[in-house]
């Protein structure tokens, strides 16, 4: 049987995210879904867009046991319905950044040790979601530009960050040349995203960390607030106008931004506000790609699978924020 994943909606109409049904074609798997669920499901199904495996698919394309359909429901702005965030797959996302806030007193080197290890980490788990996806990225440049990246920063500062990802994405785009299994383009391309990804994320960290200890105090606080205000705003929102979770994480790191630029001595509000508006547009930026790479459809709001899947937005994030802080200090 094949299995049927639901989202926002669709999942609550259900009562369930996920289902078997056995069916041969896509058509007839939406029809016994329908038939199983009522109206009101039919209703959401009907302009909701269908995934096989992380791709497109028409009611006639046949299926088998193995294969996942997800059905995915479009909201105003292409994003999806109300976001979920549930502390317990997110335990450890909350773990790495109560890492990274420990060590921010601590000697740099420490710091560079555990924001690589947290983007590793981060690596691994997205690698591992998007097993589900015909075209996975390949795992190994992505934690070697990570690696390369934090520790180029930590040694030579900006030049080392350049010089780093630089060789990283030499390391993803030459990989195809070693690796005979992996030479399609889309995979390529994958997995040199993800490594200049995880390469600035790493790199990004460490050069916050270089700047201050009250920059990474400023960083988390103003990313978390991206991540709460955008579930504030997709839990609530309906009842506010042009309020959507996206817009939602603006204005948590603006506010956020605000209160690190009055309360930090070390922070001016100019630079509270502006490392506002680049971790917002991290956090969304982060939340799409990771959708994208982990379940092979874009979506801004709703949670990708994975046990880091919150971490999305705070590798994205990283270097934007301090890029931010940097023009201002």
Known sequence: MATLRLFANLRESAGVERINIEAETVG???????????????AGAASAGVWVNGEPAESAAAISNSDEVALIPPVSGGALAMPRIELGPNLLSVALVVALLAVAWADPAWFTFVAIGAILAWVWDISDSS??????????????????????AFAWGFEGFAGGTALAIIVAVSWPVFDRA??????????????????????????????????????????????VGAWIAGAYGETIQSIDANVGALL??????????????????????????????????????????????????EEAPGTLSMFDGAVVAAPLFWIAIWVFS
């Open 28 to 42: 007839d798997l939406l029809t016994k879904a329908n038939e199983q669920f009522g109206d009101r499901f039919a």
């Open 131 to 152: 097993k589900r996806i015909r075209e996975p990225f390949v795992v190994y440049p992505p934690l070697i530009g990570a690696t390369v990246a934090a520790v180029g």
């Open 182 to 227: 992996h030479r399609e383009f889309r995979t390529t391309a994958a997995t040199t995203l993800v490594t200049l990804i995880a390469a600035g994320g790493s790199a990004g960290l460490v050069l916050i960390r270089l700047t201050g200890s009250f920059a990474v105090v400023a960083f988390v606080l103003v990313t978390v607030f991206a991540l």
């Open 252 to 301: 948590g790191a603006l506010l956020a931004g605000l209160l690190a630029g009055l309360v930090i001595a070390q922070l001016d509000v100019a630079a509270g506000l502006l490392g506002g508006v680049a971790a917002a547009a991290g956090v969304i930026a982060g939340r799409t790609l990771g959708s994208a790479l982990r379940t092979g459809a874009i979506s801004h709001t």
